[in-house]
Every structure is written in C-alpha cells, then in structure tokens.
C-alpha cells in the first residue's frame, strides 16, 4: 500500500552529502515512511555512498526506492526500484531484482500508463499533472483530467508527480491519485512541510 506523500530525494538539489542526508531525516522526522532516491548525474560510487547511508538513516520503519538503478536497488539494501521510460524493462528488472521488491514505473500519457498496467509493476507514476521545473526534460502536462482518464484504464496504485504544492494535492487526490510525489516542494522546511501535506492528504 503506497502512502499519500511520495517524497522524492534529488540529489541535484544538495552539494554535500551531509546536507542530503540531513534532508532525508527532516522528511521522516516529519512523518515520511516512504522516500525514491535520484541521481541522475552522479556516479556509481557517489550513487551508492548516498544509498548507503540513507539506508541507515531510515532503519526499518521507512521503505527506500532506488531510480533506475537496480543495481544499486540491490546492493543498498532498498525496497523497491523506480524506472523510466527509456531504463531496463519492467520484466527485466525483475529478472534481476529479489522477490518482493517493489516496481514502479513512469508514464507520461494515457498509453504509455496502459501499456505499464500490462507489465508486472507494483504502481505507475503519471505526470506531469502540473508544470514543472524538476526535470531537465519536461514533457507536456498531463492535468487532472489525464488524470482521470488514467485512474479509469488502470487498477495500479497511481502516484501523481510534477509541479504538486500543498494547494493543489487535494484536488490530485480527488483525480484518482492513490500518493503524490513532491521533490521541490519539500525543499524548504522539510519536516513541517510533510507534516502538512499529510494532513492535507490524510
């Protein structure tokens, strides 16, 4: 079961690997008990550090999802991996990943979302519901009403992501958005800021 928030920890937005890791005990201090580690432009190395030690940070109470790398998925000790479009397939990740762990998947529009509900992954990603600037690639929005007409063709839990603020995450919600996934948003104030998107989403 995916909970409302999906907090997303972009390793772009932190120039040292304290301030990551102090970022990422703010969300769980404020009630995060899932958190998708991204980096995409560090290194292996760099990549696994990060995991590593947010591994320990969250313990055993907090599920950790590792983007696109499912290699480093396994060796961090995560719970689960999240792909992209152009990653490994879905089926081929789960050719390498143990049993039991968790597979989400991005989409863009409605038929990429069905062609994911085809697949064996746990949960889809859609959006971007709003304008976004998270990504160095954005594609076109999706909106509430894409939304909905993705919530219908799929029985996945859906996570909602791209340009979600605490004034619009009810109504993404009300869409058919099982979580919603924030990255910039949580930026400032981390703890209060999910303590509030929770209870604006429970």
């Not at 089926?91 to 597979?103: D, Y």
């Not at 791209?162 to 995450?169: E, P, R, W, Y």
């Not at 919600?173 to 303590?195: F, H, M, N, R, Y």
Request: hydrophobic residues 40%; charged residues 20%.
């Amino acid at each position: 079961m995916l909970p409302r928030l999906y907090p997303i920890i972009d390793a772009t937005n932190f120039t040292t690997t304290q301030e990551l890791c102090g970022f990422a005990r703010q969300l769980i201090s404020g009630g995060a008990s899932l958190i998708q580690y991204r980096n995409k432009k560090g290194s292996p190395r760099e990549c696994l550090s990060h995991a590593r030690q947010l591994r320990v940070i969250a313990g055993l109470s907090v599920r950790l999802i590792m983007n696109d790398r499912v290699d480093l998925c396994l060796a961090a000790g995560f719970e689960g991996i999240h792909l992209g479009q152009d990653d490994l397939s879905p089926e081929g990740a789960r050719s390498v990943a143990k049993e039991g762990k968790w597979l989400g998947i991005s989409t863009h529009n409605l038929q990429q979302a069905i062609a994911a509900d085809a697949t064996s992954a746990d949960y889809i990603a859609i959006g971007p519901i709003f304008s976004t600037q998270s990504k160095d690639r954005i594609d076109p929005v999706v909106g509430l009403d894409g939304l909905k007409k993705v919530r219908a063709a799929t029985r996945k839990p859906l996570v909602a992501i791209g340009g979600i603020t605490l004034a619009n995450c009810r109504s993404v919600v009300d869409a058919g958005a099982d979580s919603v996934a924030v990255i910039s948003g949580l930026l400032t104030s981390p703890a209060k800021t999910v303590e509030d998107f929770l209870g604006v989403l429970m």
